[in-house]
């Protein structure tokens, strides 16, 4: 919601046009998925219960996922190339890009929240929980370290 509050106000257009902005918030964004990774292949295990909350809490992750979207600068400028194409040009247009911005936002969450499902469903079954989940955070340090990578390396197009 906040790339669609910043699409809506012009915040997006500004980094989008801005060459310095847009590299500021890019290496920051992707020095903490860097960052993330690395935390997550550092990570020393810990024996997994059932039915066990994460050592970090759900409000360090909500704060940590919002951190690193806030500073993807992909998707404020997917939201900025993306919503004006669907506004009728004699229509509100803030009200217009709210409103499509937050059917995007819904329908990834919905996506978001059926993979924390589909993990907590791996997790649970059998003696082979432990490897599982071991197996899915070194998956999930190298994704956000590649993902880091791959950020630094884009090129403004």
Not at 111 to 119: K, L, P, R, Y
Request: hydrophobic share 60%; net charge positive; glycine share 8%.
């Amino acid at each position: 919601m906040l790339h669609v509050a910043a699409a809506a106000l012009g915040l997006s257009l500004l980094i989008a046009q801005s060459a310095m902005a847009f590299n500021l918030v890019k290496y920051v964004g992707a020095a903490y998925l860097v960052y993330l990774g690395i935390r997550l292949l550092l990570r020393k295990e810990q024996p997994v219960a059932a039915g066990s909350v994460s050592p970090q809490g759900a409000q360090r992750a909500l704060l940590e996922g919002i951190t690193v979207e806030a500073l993807n600068v992909k998707t404020a400028l997917f939201f900025l190339a993306f919503l004006p194409q669907f506004v009728a040009p004699t229509e509100p247009l803030v009200s217009q890009l709210v409103l499509l911005g937050s059917i995007c936002v819904v329908l990834n969450t919905l996506v978001d929240v059926v993979a924390v499902f589909a993990a907590d469903r791996l997790l649970q079954s059998g003696a082979a929980r432990a490897t599982r989940a071991r197996l899915m955070t070194r998956v999930s340090g190298v994704t956000m370290v590649g993902l880091g990578v791959v950020l630094a390396a884009a090129r403004r197009d």
